[in-house]
Each structure stands twice: as structure tokens, then as C-alpha cells.
């Protein structure tokens, strides 16, 4: 059911006042009333309106103090506000405009006018909550995930973004712990969260870099998307670029490890189409991807070595020779597939493919 917009009408004289409430409410609007300006303060408040049409001549408080006030309150501030009144002066209605009113219209009105700029001010005000509804979701969703000048580029314009899943082409890394399981036999809990937490930054840090999207931990395992929210047209050289350094920053993290404590990853990487998007229950949504590109990087991700980065062909095709130099390893089988898969290890990146 649409929700019906509420408006409050504050003016001191109620023959005014029940004008107005008798032609809006024939519109359909729903309309409160105030008669000086504390009380409009207090209705305001109270009601959170889609709009208010001020009056300036009120006792208590005059529309320029009330409009000074709700623009200067973060709860209303967003509240569109018109000014409706017999101070028709221009630096009278200059003063309410740069108090931040959004429109003025002077009495006796014409009632056509004053409907049609209700109706402009309610579309541009349901505008905004759109595009403010839009940035909080963006923000809830990512910003834990991706870097904070990714987070902004999605503010910039929510309206690129899809949370509602989409098929495209992604790249994704599984990364993968080699050695948790036995190490978390002898370490305590406490010890067993610090270590892992400090490999988990080294990973989160390689993705970030690359502007990937950390979009699962599970235990020892982080899975990474690229050419998601936002496209990437070199998301595989993303991808490729962030293994390297997390196999980099695994040896810079491990030189200040005593040696039984240190871990390396073992790292699948893939591309192709999958589905990528807010996926789950509507309590409890997840952004992620599925499909078979993301179960086969995992796959590629639990046959790799410690330090190991697996790429499919897909992958490796995507990459440019001059940016990269791999080993092909030919036709493996993998689980949970029925025919073999050609795969190939990164041994390096060009000098600047690194970057």
C-alpha cells in the first residue's frame, strides 16, 4: 500500500488553516495542524512530515525561526519546507530561501499552484529518499568489504549498483590456509584468533589493494569478487595482481613469526559468468556469488600448495602474456567435476603488471 504523504499546515489563523487542510485533504494528503511556532516545532518533530507550509507572521516563534530551527536539526533538516504566507517582499522571501525554505508562495494563492508545487516538492523529496535509501543500503553492503574509495565511487551513483542479482562476468579468488587445522590442535583459542586474524589482514589487504570485494571468511578461508559492484575491465589482472602480493605480504607477515606458527595460503582463481548479487534470506542477505565459476576457483583453491596460485584457462586468457608468466599443469581432475580441467600456476607478474 502506498504510504500517504503527511503535511503539516502551521498558521496561526485556524480560518486559514482549515482552507487549506479542506483543499489538500481532497487531494488525498494528510494534514496536521499548528498554530504558532513552537507548536509546529513540536509536530514536526512528532510527525516527521513529507513536507511543511509555514506560515511567517506566528506567535511563540516566527516561520523564519522555525525553519531556522528544522534545518538545523539533522532529523528534519531533510523535511522540504514552503512558505506560505503574506510576507510576499523580496528580500522577505530571499531571507526565507537562504534559511533554507525550499519554496515560497506568497497569499491570496491560487490553489492549482499551491497543488502543483505540493506535488513538485513530494516528487523531489521522494527522489531523495530513494537515492539516500539507495547510499545506506550501498554503505550496509560494502563498506565492510571493499575499500573506502570504492565505497564512495558506489555513493556517487547508487543507481549502477544491482543487489538484487545479476548475471556477469566475475573473477574470484579463494585463498586458503595451509596447516590451520593442525595448528589449531595446539594453540589455545586466544592464540589460535590472534594468529589467524593476522594472516586473514595480509589476504583482506592484497584484495583491497585491487579494489576485489571480500565477500566470505569462513574459518581460514576468504573468497574475493572482481569486476563486482563495480565493473573492472582488467578484473582477472586484479585478481592475479592480489594473489602475488598476498603471497608477498605472507612472507613479510611470517618474518616476524616464530616459524611453527606461520601459515601459507593456497589460492584458486577463476573466471567466468556467475550470478552476483544480495543473496539469502531477506533477515539476513549476503552479497556473494554463485554459480560454477565460483565452485570451480574453490576447487582450484584445495589443490594448491602453500603459496600456490591456481588460474583456469578462462583466467589465463583474460590475462595478457607480456603481464604475466604461468606453467601450464595440463588436465587434472578436480572434485565434484566429471571431466578433467586444464589449469595452469602464476609463477610471476611482469615488472609492471605488478603495480
Known sequence: MTKVPTIVVA??????????????????????????GQEALERIRQHLPDLVLLD????VLNGYEVCQRLKADPITADIPVLMLTAWAEPDQRVRGLQ???????????????????????????????RLRTAQRTIRETFERYVS????????????????????????????????????AETLSPDQLVDVLNGHLNVAAQAVLAYDGIISQ???????AIFNAPLPQEDHALRAARAAMRLRQGMADYHAGLPPELRMDYGVGIASGEAVVGNIGAKELLHYTAIGDTVNLAQRLEEIAGGGEVLLTECTC???????VRVEPKGLTQVRGRSGQV???????????ASK
Open 217 to 223: 571468511y569462513a574459518g581460514d578461508l576468504v573468497m
Open 317 to 323: 586468457r583474460l590475462l595478457d602474456d607480456a603481464e
Open 99 to 129: 534559511l533554507g525554505a525550499e519554496d515560497y508562495l506568497a497569499k491570496p494563492f491560487d490553489y492549482r499552484e499551491l497543488v502543483a508545487r505540493i506535488q513538485t516538492r513530494l516528487r523531489a523529496k521522494q527522489e531523495t529518499d
Open 11 to 36: 498558521d496561526d489563523r485556524p480560518e486559514s488553516v482549515q482552507l487549506v487542510r479542506d483543499l489538500l485533504q481532497s487531494e488525498g494528503y494528510r494534514i496536521v495542524a499548528a498554530y504558532d
Open 342 to 352: 586444464t589449469i595452469y600456476t602464476l609463477v610471476e607478474l611482469a615488472e609492471g
Open 148 to 183: 573506502a574509495h570504492v565505497v564512495e565511487r558506489l555513493l556517487a551513483d547508487p543507481t549502477k549498483v544491482s543487489l538484487g542479482g545479476k548475471q556477469q562476468m566475475v573473477t574470484i579468488l579463494f585463498a586458503d590456509l595451509r596447516g590451520y587445522t593442525s595448528l
Open 56 to 59: 511567517l507572521n506566528m506567535p
